[in-house]
């Protein structure tokens, strides 16, 4: 069995995994880290986004094996402490969320895009979550959060 | 029954100080930080994992079904089949609370012999892993031949036809007959007859149907699930052969309904696994599984004949409504019966007849989905005013607002709506706020359309809906409400809170919702129907009301004032106009727990009970109270490629009084996307029966870049019979938006398509004639 | 069923290509797709190699009017690149509609083309470009022009262990014009139901040189070469560009469906083209 070593959400991880498992398994059933969720099974609905070197990818598309020696953050490593990161305070504020199944893959495709974008537009926004399905808000309150998100990881 | 609404009520004294306000709801810092368990989140020691094996065919016979291999594998704890569980069935229907008749519809829990759709269950399997569930279920050997099928309900009505359930496939009828219909045709200038279809539609929820169950020292059989409905506890109980005390449902925040979680799903195969092994049991659905394992909302085949005179007055409506009920019952029923009373819109109708029949097939089973019939009605009754309004050449806002039903006025089972109907205002309203229509440019045409609707909230009133909500205050202060209702991300339990904290005036850092648990939280009914709100958050109003008066009164002796002058606020007590007066909330608590002053309340809200409706006539009360609102639409077609883009969407909706308008926006937002889709890109296929759209990448929900701006124009009459005259939201926000979709294409090409979805590809037929 | 399979993450070309000749073994790279499929159980390697530290095969570089890119180079590369925003804009565009952020994070161009399907979206502007490819095995390397790598549905002349290493092209001239439509059942992130790139090359009021490429209507990405035909050498009018769409529909051979039907397609494949080459003749006029 391959044993891979990574950072995840700042600590130091080693795991012995199969070839074939998947990083979301690795982070839900090996680390107990559960906020990562599964909607799909065919890469569609993006619950499942985490950052692997400080890029957005869905972790259910990814050999954890292939994380060997990566930084990987998941929506449990975002905020510091009791401080919410602010993408995070932003989706809770503007009501960016409504059964949270979504929420975390958001919240981590929100950030990574925040960071590519120095000024998102509303557009970006949408385009940029293309590949995050919800089914409860109509996409109108995320939009609105990751918008005040970005500009609040500016200040 | 309530009082008919005064319009010219004043309404100026009320004054709210938590309720009606945007407040960040008690469930959101756990979905934004991760921390929130969801059903599939838990796991136990010693934990078995479940599989289920599924037809592959959609009408067949089960000549060999040998587990043996599968059984010998190791890792392998249980495999189950039919033969396992001799005169087991699964009940199908609506979960009740009063013990009234129902329609005691049931289904086979794995096939015995006869399959009728694709993916009905063969076998369970529990094993040490999912691996090794997934192996034993390659093992399983089966042979299934093929059986005579039928899979449209026209045909499956057809005498001769293969018999699905029953004797004729016929699971529904419904009749109504008001006025004297051939009377209103002859009076009639003009006659406009359509026929409009709708498609199966998916749920879609983003969480796949997941649990674990367990038997604990009491032989309770103990279920975390993902569900809509913790009292199917009685049925589960029932399908396996045990007491009704011996099922216990606990609820987690669902990852979304929609209906789609109305029914039972993994839990009576997790109980039967968990208590054959003595271990626990979990099983997840594939987003496959789920695809083939839950039903879809009915295709309705809606026929609308209208008779109307030049100057706009409608004068007689015939309508036959035709659903697909799918492979078995379930809520078909219920769901035509809505159609049925929907049939005619927000529209004073004198004289209407409304025939519909639900016909099963060898398609999947069709049951609850947000809207319940009474969207399916929609789109076509609204289309169909359209359609009138252009045969006589008037405006189709003005045959509207010639036909509104008012205030009073007798809806379609002779009911009189006792709240405010302001579906003209919200038309009108929605309607301008389209504002400037965007110009048209080179292929790319624009269309508007409007939908305005009634849509009921709470269930029909012959099944005798009650519901229960316990609220207390601890001797700190801290307020704890209990309930049974589950939150399916609606923000049901944060609007419990909010309701509770507005009663006895603490503030929203001081509360706690314990729900969905139904062994230990009041029994509160189920969160479909439009109903959460208006049952529980009635129910934990007059709990807290009750707990309010004792804390006042006590309040009252100590000042030395009348109870009408003790305010409750900001965690606080304090008598009107005498500042020297005061005492902190936990105080007077405290005070009350020293002397022994009950501080908790157990509160039963009970819808009005009625008798079923006149079989015969359909006339009768169905409902306590209905929704009224509009939806506006603007689109773009691009009439060489048919693509079609919502421009603009508003919706303005009268919701009696906003909880929390943030969760009544989200609502309406939420409704309008999922409207969307069902007007344009969305739609389970079945071929013969077979599902040819099983995954996220065939079947298209909308993405952020499908979706434009909503705007939500809320309006409050204050005239429901939910908490604080709330109305319901929760189904009406999705009603009206495929129809004015629909509208708003026929507006732009000049053509109508009357089945939904409307595709590029049907555009373009309409315009282009291609083949 | 997610069988189980042998990975190896060899750490440069030489050794990933010698494990590639071994029965049974495929390249994975990005994975949206193949990982996708091996979880169904339609794909079932026993050897997966994933390329994933071959960093030598990522990368965009332009040289002496040639862009070249590693077959690992991501789509998300592409869209930051400003050598394929200057040289390549029907390909920027079909990668901005290519699936969503994250798959556009780790899907590469390689495996777009190596994937074979005729919705391919990268493939149709890669057409337009002339693109060659380069092939490499543990046995050598070969330069084969895009048109010629497809022969068949999923099929393709790569010979058991080869990699597409490399995809490179000539870059445009000034005058010239290339775009890109993808016709999809949704906006966001949806399968092609017809994709059209155009490239336009105009010289003195006249169309020197037209490409006109169809995805998602044959069994592979095709040139409606007729069409081209019909445009080269001239002054386009309306309706010259309306008979060179009616040759690009003629040549599309489209299936149906459940995303749409043939008709629809060609009726599609018939409108697109009409339009594309009418804007880009606009833009060079």
């Known amino acids: ?155 | ?771 | 069923m997610y069988a189980t399979f042998d990975l190896d993450r060899p750490g440069d070309l030489a050794a990933a290509l010698a494990i590639l000749r071994t029965k049974g073994a495929v390249a994975l790279a990005g994975g949206t797709n193949l990982i996708v499929d091996m979880r169904a159980g339609r794909e079932r390697p026993q050897r997966v190699v994933s390329l994933d530290k071959l960093g030598v095969l990522r990368g965009i570089r332009q040289a002496r009017g040639q862009v070249t890119i590693g077959g690992r180079t991501t789509v998300t590369d592409l869209l930051l690149s400003p050598v394929i925003a200057k040289t390549a804009p029907a390909l920027v565009e079909s990668a901005r509609q290519f699936a969503g952020q994250m798959v556009r994070n780790t899907a590469t161009v390689a495996g777009n083309i190596a994937c074979g399907s005729p919705a391919a979206d990268l493939v149709p502007p890669l057409f337009a470009l002339d693109a060659r490819l380069t092939l490499v095995s543990a046995r050598g390397r070969r330069t084969v022009p895009i048109e010629s790598f497809f022969i068949g549905y999923k099929k393709d002349i790569r010979r058991p262990g080869e990699l597409i290493s490399r995809i490179s092209w000539k870059a445009p001239s000034s005058r010239s014009c290339a775009l890109f439509y993808k016709l999809a059942r949704r906006k966001g992130d949806a399968i092609t139901v017809v994709g059209v790139a155009v490239a336009l090359d105009v010289e003195r009021g006249r169309c020197r040189r037209a490409r006109v490429a169809l995805g998602a209507v044959a069994p592979t990405v095709f040139r409606a070469r007729e069409a081209e035909a019909i445009l080269e050498g001239q002054t386009l009018t309306p309706e010259l560009i309306e008979s060179a769409a009616e040759a690009a529909a003629a040549a599309a051979r489209p299936i149906d469906d459940i995303r749409a039907s043939a008709a629809y397609r060609r009726h599609g494949v018939h409108a697109l083209v009409r339009r594309l080459i009418g804007q880009a003749w606009e833009k060079l006029a």
């Open chain 2, 1 to 771: 029954m309530s009082a008919p609404f005064d319009p010219n009520r004043n309404l100026a004294n009320v004054s709210l100080r938590h309720v009606g306000k945007p407040l960040v709801r008690t469930d959101a810092p756990g979905k934004a930080t991760g921390r929130t368990p969801y059903a599939g989140d838990y796991v136990m020691p010693g934990m078995l994992h479940a599989k289920v094996l599924r037809s592959p065919m959609p009408s067949a016979r089960l000549v060999r079904l040998d587990v043996s291999k599968a059984r010998a594998l190791e890792g392998v704890a249980l495999v189950l089949t039919a033969r396992d569980l001799p005169d087991r069935l699964a009940p199908t229907d609506i979960p009740g609370q009063t013990g009234q008749t129902r329609l005691k519809t049931d289904q086979q829990i794995l096939v015995r012999e006869r399959v009728r759709y694709h993916g009905e269950p063969l076998a369970l399997i529990a094993a040490e892993s999912v691996d090794v569930a997934e192996k034993a279920m390659s093992l399983i050997d089966y042979d299934l031949e093929p059986w005579p099928g039928v899979f449209d309900p026209e045909s499956a009505m057809r005498p001769g036809a293969p018999v699905v359930q029953g004797t004729d496939n016929i699971v529904a009828r419904h009749a109504i007959g008001k006025g004297d219909i051939d009377a209103g045709f002859a009076a009639a200038d003009m006659v406009v007859e359509r026929t409009y279809r709708t498609q199966f539609i998916e749920h879609a929820f983003l969480e796949p149907e997941v649990g674990l169950a367990w038997v604990d020292e009491n032989d309770v059989v103990n279920i975390r699930v993902s569900t809509q409905v913790i009292e199917h506890f009685r049925f589960i109980a029932d399908a396996i052969g045990v007491p009704h005390n011996k099922v216990r449902i606990m609820g987690a925040l669902v990852g979304g309904g929609f209906g789609g979680k109305e029914d039972i799903t993994v839990e009576i195969y997790l109980a039967l696994l968990a208590k054959h092994t003595g271990r626990p049991v979990r099983l997840e659905f594939t987003r496959e599984d789920s695809f083939v394992g839950h039903g879809k909302r009915h295709p309705f085949i809606l026929t609308y004949k209208t008779g109307v005179k030049r100057n706009g007055k409608i004068t007689a409506l015939d309508v036959r409504l035709v659903s697909d009920a799918g492979a078995y019952v379930f809520l078909s029923p219920y769901v035509l019966l809505y159609g049925a009373i929907a049939a005619p819109g927000p529209y004073l109708i004198e004289n209407l007849k409304v025939d519909a029949v639900s016909v099963a097939t060898n398609n999947m089973y069709t049951s609850a989905f947000r809207g319940f019939g009474s969207a399916q009605a929609c789109v076509a009754y609204e289309q169909q005013m359209d359609e009138v309004a252009q045969a006589i050449g008037i405006d189709r806002l003005d045959l509207r607002r010639r036909n509104y039903l008012k205030t009073g006025e007798p809806t379609a089972t002779g009911y009189r709506v006792p709240s405010a109907v302001w579906t003209e205002r919200c038309a009108d309203i929605a309607w301008q706020a389209l504002g400037e229509k965007t110009p048209a440019k080179g292929a790319i045409r624009i269309g508007r359309g409007l939908a305005a609707y009634q849509q009921s909230y709470g269930r029909l009133t012959f099944l005798h809906d009650t519901s229960e909500a316990w609220v207390g205050v601890e001797v700190d202060g801290t307020v704890i409400v209990r309930s049974g209702v589950t939150d399916i991300g609606a923000g049901q339990a944060s609007a419990l809170a909010q309701i509770a904290i507005e009663v006895l005036g603490v503030n929203m850092e001081n509360v706690v919702v314990y729900n969905s648990d139904s062994a230990v939280t009041p029994l509160a009914g189920t969160t479909t129907a439009t109903r959460a709100l208006y049952m529980t958050g009635n129910a934990a109003r007059v709990a807290a009301e009750a707990v309010r008066g004792r804390l006042v009164a006590r309040a009252a002796k100590a000042f030395g004032v009348p109870v009408d002058d003790v305010v409750l606020a900001d965690n606080k007590v304090s008598a009107l106009d005498r500042p020297d007066k005061a005492m902190s909330f936990a105080d007077l608590v405290r005070l009350c727990a020293t002397e022994g002053i009950q501080r908790s309340e157990l509160a039963m809200f009970r819808a009005p009970f009625t008798d079923r409706l006149d079989p015969a006539t359909g006339q009768g009360q169905a409902f306590a109270d209905f929704t009224y609102g509009a939806h506006a639409i603007e689109v773009a077609v691009d009439t060489e490629t048919g693509e079609v883009t919502v421009l603009k969407s508003v919706a303005c909706h009268d919701v009696g009084q906003c909880i929390n308008p943030a969760a009544v926006e989200g609502q309406i937002e939420g409704g309008a996307a999922q409207g969307q889709g069902y007007a344009l890109s969305e739609e389970m296929i079945y071929r013969e029966g077979r599902l040819m759209t099983p995954s996220l990448s065939e079947y298209l929900i909308p993405t952020a870049m499908d979706v434009p701006v909503v705007k939500s124009i809320i309006l409050e009459s204050r005239s429901g019979v939910g908490p604080f005259g709330a109305k319901g939201i929760g189904e009406p926000a999705l009603t009206p938006v495929a129809p004015a979709i629909a509208n708003a294409v026929a507006d732009a090409i000049g053509r109508r398509i009357h089945d939904l979805p409307i595709t590029p590809e049907k555009v373009v037929r309409a315009l282009h004639g291609i083949d």
């Open chain 1, 1 to 155: 069995m391959p044993t891979v070593n990574l950072t995840v959400n700042g600590k130091a991880v080693s795991a012995n995994v199969e070839a074939r498992t998947l990083l979301v398994n690795l982070l839900r059933e090996q680390l107990g880290l559960t906020g990562t969720h599964v909607g799909c099974d065919t890469s569609q609905c993006g619950a499942c986004v985490v950052h692997v070197d400080g890029k957005s990818v869905k972790a259910c598309t990814l050999l954890a094996v292939q994380a060997n020696g990566s930084k990987v953050t998941t929506i449990e490593g975002l905020a510091s402490g009791d401080k919410l990161h602010p993408m995070q305070e932003a989706f809770r504020e503007h009501h960016g969320l409504q059964c949270g199944f979504c929420t975390p893959g958001m919240v981590m495709s929100a950030v990574c895009l925040a960071q590519n974008h120095p000024n998102l537009t509303e557009k970006d926004v949408r385009e940029g979550l293309e590949g995050n399905l919800c089914r409860c808000t109509g996409y109108h309150n995320i939009v609105q959060a990751v918008l005040a998100g970005a500009q609040a990881m500016r200040r």
